[in-house]
T-cell receptor, first 115, second 113 residues
Framework: KQEVTQIPAALSVPEGENLVLNCSFT??????LQWFRQDPGKGLTSLLL?????REQTSGRLNASLDKSSGRSTLYIAASQPGDSATYLC??????????????FGKGTHLIIQP | NAGVTQTPKFQVLKTGQSMTLQCAQD?????MSWYRQDPGMGLRLIHY???????DQGEVPNGYNVSRSTTEDFPLRLLSAAPSQTSVYFC????????????FGPGTRLTVL
C-alpha cells in the first residue's frame, strides 16, 4: 500500500522566515503530486500541482519541487506571514491506482507563523 | 462559478438513521469523488466517479452508496449510520480521470450518536 508521509507534523516560526515543508512517498510511479492548504473547519484549497514530468512549480511566494526518483517533494514558503498559518497537505496520485483511484494524502503539517 | 458545493454543513444522526450528503459542481468536471477526514488518519477515498453513470469504490466504501445520474451531482448515501461514520466528508472534482487539479468542497461535519 502506497503511503505519503509529511515531516514535520507541526511547525512554529516567527514571521518573515523562509521555511520548507517536506513530503515523501513510497512509490515513484506517480501521475502527479498536489499541495493543499486547509484552514481550521474549512475545505482544502489547491496550492500547486506538479505533474510527474515536472521538477517544480511556483505560485507567488510558494515553490514546490518534485524528485520522483527519491520519492520526495518540498514546499518552500518565502517571507512567511501570519496569514500563512494553516495545515498544509501533500497528496499523490499513484499510477498503480489507474489515476482515477484518487489521491493518497499525508497527514499534514500544522504551520503557525508568529507575528 | 460556485465551484464545488456541499450540503448540509453540519448534521447529527442517531445510529441506524439514513441520510444523503449532497455534492454539486458547476465546472463541467467529469471526475468527482468523496473523501472522509478523521483525526490522525488523513483523508481517505470513499467512492469516485469518472463520469455520469459510472461509479467505483475507493479505500473505505463500506456503509456508503453513491450514484451519478448527471455530470453536476454526486450524492453520498449513508444507509444505516454508525458511530464509526462520525467524520468530516469532502467532495472533490476535476477534469479527466483525476489527473488534474482537484477542487474540494467546504465539507460536511457529521456526528453519529
Amino acid at each position: 500500500k502506497q503511503e505519503v508521509t509529511q515531516i514535520p507534523a507541526a511547525l512554529s516560526v516567527p514571521e518573515g522566515e523562509n521555511l520548507v515543508l517536506n513530503c515523501s512517498f513510497t512509490d515513484s510511479a506517480i501521475y502527479n503530486l498536489q499541495w493543499f492548504r486547509q484552514d481550521p473547519g474549512k475545505g482544502l484549497t489547491s496550492l500547486l500541482l506538479i505533474q510527474s514530468s515536472q521538477r517544480e512549480q511556483t505560485s507567488g511566494r510558494l515553490n514546490a519541487s518534485l524528485d520522483k526518483s527519491s520519492g520526495r517533494s518540498t514546499l518552500y514558503i518565502a517571507a512567511s506571514q501570519p496569514g500563512d498559518s494553516a495545515t498544509y497537505l501533500c497528496a499523490v496520485n499513484f499510477i498503480s491506482g489507474g489515476g482515477a483511484d484518487g489521491l493518497t494524502f499525508g497527514k499534514g503539517t500544522h504551520l503557525i507563523i508568529q507575528p | 462559478n460556485a465551484g464545488v458545493t456541499q450540503t448540509p454543513k453540519f448534521q447529527v444522526l442517531k445510529t441506524g438513521q439514513s441520510m444523503t450528503l449532497q455534492c454539486a459542481q458547476d465546472m463541467n468536471h467529469e471526475y468527482m469523488s468523496w473523501y472522509r477526514q478523521d483525526p490522525g488518519m488523513g483523508l481517505r477515498l470513499i467512492h469516485y466517479s469518472v463520469g455520469a453513470g459510472i461509479t467505483d469504490q475507493g479505500e473505505v466504501p463500506n456503509g456508503y452508496n453513491v450514484s451519478r445520474s448527471t455530470t453536476e451531482d454526486f450524492p453520498l448515501r449513508l444507509l444505516s449510520a454508525a458511530p464509526s461514520q462520525t467524520s468530516v466528508y469532502f467532495c472533490a472534482s476535476s477534469y479527466g480521470a483525476g489527473l488534474d487539479t482537484q477542487y474540494f468542497g467546504p465539507g460536511t461535519r457529521l456526528t453519529v450518536l
